[in-house]
């Protein structure tokens, strides 16, 4: 149809082309964000649309993508969803169950496909989250599990769980999730990572949301949320060392750290063990068993003396057993770095207070001065630089300094090591004080294939959340390794 000519208009308008109406177009509800705020169509790619990989812009989708349907002509047979894990994919505050839909699939299977070195984006923030949230449990899945991991030791492959298991529980379980959250952001402050976005406020927020929903989760737990549970207790542990750094710092806070550490075998107690191995969590519970006998045989003679001396008239008397069964536990890591470097001698150190006898526990915290004694060597073991347990830095130079303060000048003969060590950082150093060898000249590095991340691959993790790192092989990380639009 024609345009009408209206009276008095010039001869051009005679000649003007027909005019065609727009054609109906179905408008996209799940673009990306950055197409949606430019008002133009997404073709909502994954994991990054067209529009936004031709701009270098990060590609953001607030909704999950729809479930492709087949119509009643297709002639072609969809292959079913990979099915979620059993017990780990249902949104409820009792935790995982089988049997339902999971939540978020397409993060799940995302995570539960990937390599285990390639961590990818979530494409979406699923309700109740943001961006900052998004991108603290993207760090934590790339860099922070490491922190935790004892890499390829055969009795305790926990990467796959650190990395994917327990994120799939956080999605159940908010306490879980914040806890996860907060150690993300301790750990990128600890690292000072500025551009990441995250203040030491922020921080603290999500610390103290953590501890306040774990705390009402322990009075109202199931058995459902045990496994959770269980991996908050864990990683609470290392979330809880704020109190040894900065102006949070509390003399003698080992002393309530213990008994954190402690709490992991009370959940672990009341949990269903077959349950607990069925959400995929066991391999965080695993703890290398201790040869008490050939333990004790390591241990430093002053040591053993402190204790056989001591007389039936003594307050400490009827603590001997406690404190000779603690000190059994302590020879273990002694007999471990006999040994060598290994990551069985990392994960010794680190479980070291889990094994304490409870009365043990109950007299450190009655600052008994034969207790404070060995926490203070074991403290000396914690200056180790092995693996990537950076929540354990620095605990030992606060924390040995206020045991000898404490005890006082009586004490002194049996803190000489943990007082030498102070003016010690090299791991040989530090071994030959402890072994009282000064010729010893063994290894102190773990083989990186020992590992589950290597320094090197740990540190390049970390320098390609950094967007203005644009070298060759930061550049090569993010496109090889990290499925992460910076």
């Not at 929903?213 to 199931?222: D, E, F, I, Q």
């Not at 003698?252 to 959940?267: A, E, Q």
């Not at 693996?387 to 030992?396: K, L």
Request: proline share 8%; net charge positive; charged share 20%.
């Amino acid at each position: 149809m024609e345009v009408p000519i209206s009276p008095g208009s010039g001869s051009a308008l005679a000649t003007q082309k027909p005019y065609h109406p727009k054609r109906p177009h179905r408008k996209s509800r799940t673009g990306c964000r950055n197409c949606k705020t430019r008002r133009v169509k997404c073709d909502e790619g994954r994991p990054a649309c067209r529009s936004c990989t031709l701009r270098e812009e990060r590609c953001v989708y607030t909704v999950p993508p729809r479930p492709a349907q087949a119509t009643a002509h297709s002639t072609t047979t969809t292959s079913p969803s990979p099915e979620p894990p059993r017990g780990t994919n249902s949104r409820s505050n009792n935790g995982p169950s089988s049997g339902d839909e999971a939540p978020y699939p397409d993060l799940f299977v995302a995570l539960r496909n990937q390599s285990p070195s390639v961590t990818p984006q979530p494409q979406f923030i699923p309700a109740g989250h943001n961006m900052v949230d998004m991108r603290l449990l993207w760090f934590y899945a790339t860099v922070t599990f490491a922190s935790f991991s004892t890499g390829h030791l055969e009795e305790r492959n926990a990467d796959p769980v650190l990395k994917v298991t327990v994120v799939q529980h956080a999605f159940a379980n908010d306490f879980l999730m914040n806890c996860i959250l907060g150690l993300s952001a301790m750990h990128i402050n600890h690292l000072g990572l500025r551009n990441m976005g995250v203040s030491p406020a922020l921080e603290i927020r999500y610390r103290a949301k953590a501890f306040e929903t774990y705390r009402k989760a322990l009075t109202v737990a199931n058995s459902a949320a045990y496994p959770a549970l269980v991996a908050t207790s864990l990683l609470l542990c290392g979330l809880s060392t704020h109190v040894f750094r900065g102006n949070e710092a509390q003399p003698l806070s080992i002393l309530n750290w213990m008994t954190l550490w402690k709490g992991i075998d009370t959940i672990i107690d009341e949990a269903n063990l077959p349950l607990l191995y069925q959400s995929g969590i066991a391999p965080l519970i695993f703890r290398p068993s201790v040869d008490v006998d050939a333990s004790a045989r390591c241990l430093p003679s002053n040591l053993l003396f402190m204790l056989s001396s001591v007389n039936a008239d003594d307050p400490d008397y009827p603590y001997i057993e406690h404190y000779y069964r603690a000190l059994q536990f302590l020879g273990s890591i002694y007999l471990e770095l006999s040994a060598g470097f290994s990551v069985r001698l990392f994960l010794r150190i680190a479980t070291f207070l889990s094994f304490l006898p409870q009365n043990f526990v109950n007299a450190a915290r009655e600052k008994r001065p034969r207790a404070l004694v060995i926490l203070a060597h074991y403290l000396v073991f914690t200056k180790f630089k092995v693996g990537p347990c950076w929540w354990m830095d620095g605990i030992a130079d606060f924390e040995i300094p206020n045991i000898i303060n404490f005890l006082g000048p009586e004490w002194q003969e049996l803190l000489r090591i943990p007082a030498a060590s102070l003016e010690i950082e090299d791991n040989r150093a530090l071994v030959r004080l402890l072994v009282d060898d000064p010729s010893w000249d063994r290894s102190t590095v773990i083989v990186d294939d020992q590992l589950g991340m290597s320094e090197h691959e740990s540190k390049l993790a970390i320098r390609a959340v950094m967007a203005h790192d644009t070298s060759p092989e930061v550049t090569k990380y993010r496109r090889d390794r990290i499925r992460f639009d910076v």
